[in-house]
């Protein structure tokens, strides 16, 4: 298999390339890593949450955007397919790596972790990449700093100036985008969690409605997760049947049925104690070849209206 750092570095290059059409930026660090801001500092857009969802996707899924509506007011999805949704999704796009220093705190995304291969999917998976240059996204207030660098590079085991942070806040256009866009992974990562075998999901597409940029970043990361917990919707073809499935959306876990910004005001905001089983798509599609196709879950527009102030 083709390195999905080597692929997510093109798409890198693009974004530097196309800085200023993107309303992104770029600067690099006194250790010579690079930071390419996506929604921080810059605006972003559209096209740059796209092109950021593709380097997060290591370029193994397509990614598009459409509009569509919520109780009846004109409002932006995003979609995104992938025919190899254990690669793309799990090992690349999936936010597990807490990226945390005495001056920096983000959560990471994107193919540099595979080059670390410790968390439990690249196991299951059986991937682990090795290339030496390497991107990381990283949902933040604020822009990386040298040290946050220089732990990345580090751990992926490069140089810093072979590390291309990728940055944004949650309450970005491009932070909308981009966690539209994970209604796919959400799903695969689901049924993964329930004892699935990941390498038995064929093919995966999630379509999601794009958040209003919010105020500050606990409505953004509210607002973006009811997008999904009650918006999202995917469709999973894989080869294997099994009796998990109506278990993977959202409409499974007790704490459904209330926005995402309460549940947060009860726990203190402390996100680690968030039912694991509410990340998930609203509804879920699970067609087996040569087997059954059924449907689990539904949509809410009365609560995402409620949401994004509509």
Known sequence: MESLNRMAIELVDEAL????ELNVGGFDLENEATVLDFGVEFDGGIE?????????TAGMATPSHQLGEIDGTPI????LSSDQPALSLLCSQKAGWELATEDFEGLGSGPARALVAREEEFRQVGYTDAF?????????????TAAAAEQVAELAEVEPSSVFL???RTASLAGSITSAARAAELATYRLTELGYDPNDIVSATGRAPVAPVA??????????????????RAHLTVREDADVFDSIPSTAAEAHGR?????????DWQFEEVPADLFAPAAVTVDVLGGPTESYGETDEELLAESFDL
């Open 166 to 168: 990728l940055a944004y």
């Open 48 to 56: 740059a949450g796209l092109l950021l969802t593709e380097i997060q």
């Open 76 to 79: 932006p999805y995003v979609e």
């Open 132 to 144: 030496d240059l390497t991107a990381l996204a990283v949902e933040s207030d604020e822009l990386p």
């Open 215 to 232: 105020a500050d970043e606990d409505d953004a990361i509210a607002r973006t997760n009811d997008a999904l917990a009650y918006g999202g």
């Open 259 to 267: 926005p995402f910004a309460a549940i947060f005001d009860d726990l």
């Open 17 to 20: 390339d196309y800085a200023e």
